[in-house]
């Protein structure tokens, strides 16, 4: 199947820093991308979705200026924590829609994760 | 999209079939049933979806009832590395920007 990498697998930063993850597809075009979350024992809880070359969707209750989502190119989604706190210490994993392999049954790749801890 | 049940645990001996079962009773005529896995701090993974006719691939089988209500996700052979989170997901293919909702899912315990 198709891979998806993200950037760094584990980050460890002060409270009040800003902290950026790379989510990539290596080997095909996504056309959108989504961004999850999530804490311990719990399940994935979806934040935002991103259409390449346009504003990120952000799900009910997601800070749109705290969580800061740039989807460039068709391989390449950011995901910067801004003044980032202890509550904020997660495990976030993106995942991508290829264009061509996903198509009609709209198969989502997800990435390996990265767990961010607040100080 | 359709809520789905899972039971929250299952255990398993190692070489014998899991059968995880999912229950979808408002399901509609064009949801799909979709299975990922999580295995412990990683990413999920697809194993295999279906609308209304069994479906098997190297991964693992699915069987859907004939009223679509409920399905079964079936490992023929599980292996210790199959111990892992068993997300059930019904959705439709013209969700906006087709977005996934996990639930709780089934933890699976596969032991030797």
């Known amino acids: 199947g198709a891979v998806v990498s993200q950037h760094p697998s584990w980050v460890i930063c002060k409270s009040g820093t800003s902290v950026k993850i790379e989510c990539r597809s290596l080997?095909?075009?996504?056309?959108?991308m989504f961004w999850y979350r999530q804490f311990p024992k719990q399940s994935l809880m979806l934040m935002a979705t991103?259409?390449?070359?346009?504003?990120?969707?952000?799900e009910q209750g997601v800070e749109k200026d705290k969580f800061l989502i740039n989807h460039a190119s068709l391989t390449l989604s950011t995901l910067t924590v801004t003044s980032a706190h202890p509550e904020d210490s997660s495990f976030y994993i993106c995942?991508?829609?290829?264009?061509?392999?996903?198509?009609?049954?709209?198969?989502?790749?997800f990435g390996p994760g990265t767990r961010l801890t607040v100080l | 999209d359709a809520k789905t049940t899972q039971p929250t645990s299952m255990d398993c001996a190692e070489g014998r079939a899991a059968n995880l079962p999912c229950n979808h009773s408002?399901?509609?005529?064009?949801?799909?049933v979709y299975w990922y896995r999580q295995i412990h701090s990683q990413g999920p993974q697809y194993i295999i979806h279906?609308?209304?006719n069994n479906e098997t691939n190297e991964m693992a089988s699915l069987i859907i009832t004939e009223d679509r209500k409920s399905s079964t996700l079936i490992l023929p052979h599980a292996t210790l590395r199959d111990t892992a989170v068993y997300y059930c997901?019904?959705?439709?293919?013209?969700?906006?920007?087709?977005?996934?909702?996990f639930g709780t899912g089934t933890r699976l315990l596969v032991s030797p």
């Open positions: 080997d095909f075009q996504a056309t959108t």
């Open positions: 279906g609308l209304k």
């Open positions: 995942s991508a829609r290829d264009r061509v392999l996903g198509g009609l049954y709209n198969e989502q790749f």
């Open positions: 408002t399901i509609s005529g064009n949801e799909y």
């Open positions: 997901i019904a959705r439709a293919l013209n969700t906006g920007f087709q977005k996934l909702v």
């Open positions: 991103s259409n390449e070359g346009s504003k990120a969707t952000y």
